[in-house]
């Protein structure tokens, strides 16, 4: 998995912060002028596998670091959006839970 080896270091990406299971590095093909991934450190496929109180905890732990991100790369005043595509209809490419952090421009709504 692409982002099980960027986790580890295995494959070079942009870190921008860590917490202790979770990690966020810049995308490869920015969608806005700010553009993050934060993922967990572990695998898992998508947020639908992320059940019980263990996904409820890593959930939480991509959220707040998607946060203190955001806030770090000044997004907060303006304000970002956090998207998490889920699954084929979700949109999905990669199979490693990941929360988009996007911003530096106006969002639309609704998304494509
Ligand atoms: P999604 O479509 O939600 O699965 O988003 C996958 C994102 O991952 C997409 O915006 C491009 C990004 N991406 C894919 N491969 C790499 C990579 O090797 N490095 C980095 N930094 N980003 C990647």
Same mark, same amino acid.
């Given at each position: 998995?692409? &982002?099980? %080896? ?6 070079? *990406? =942009? ?8 990690v966020?590095f810049?995308?490869?093909?920015? =969608? *806005? ?9 572990? @695998?898992?496929?998508?947020a639908?596998?992320?059940?019980? #109180? ?5 959930? !939480?732990?991509?959220?707040? +670091?998607?946060?203190?991100?955001? *806030?770090?790369?000044? +997004?907060? #005043?303006?304000?970002?959006? &956090?998207?998490?595509?889920?699954? %084929?209809e979700?949109? $999905?490419?990669v199979?490693?839970? @990941?929360?988009?952090?996007? !911003?530096?421009? $106006?969002?639309?709504?609704?998304? !494509?």
């Amino acid at each position: 998995c692409i &982002f099980c %080896r960027i986790a580890t270091g295995e494959i070079p *990406a =942009q870190i921008v912060a860590r917490s202790d299971h979770a990690v966020a590095f810049r995308d490869l093909s920015p =969608q *806005a002028p700010t553009h993050v991934l934060v993922i967990p450190t572990s @695998h898992l496929a998508s947020a639908a596998e992320a059940t019980g #109180e263990a996904g409820a905890a890593l959930l !939480g732990e991509v959220m707040a +670091l998607g946060v203190r991100v955001a *806030a770090e790369l000044g +997004l907060a #005043e303006a304000g970002y959006r &956090f998207v998490m595509n889920t699954g %084929r209809e979700g949109g $999905q490419t990669v199979h490693h839970l @990941h929360l988009h952090v996007l !911003g530096g421009r $106006q969002m639309r709504w609704p998304p !494509g």
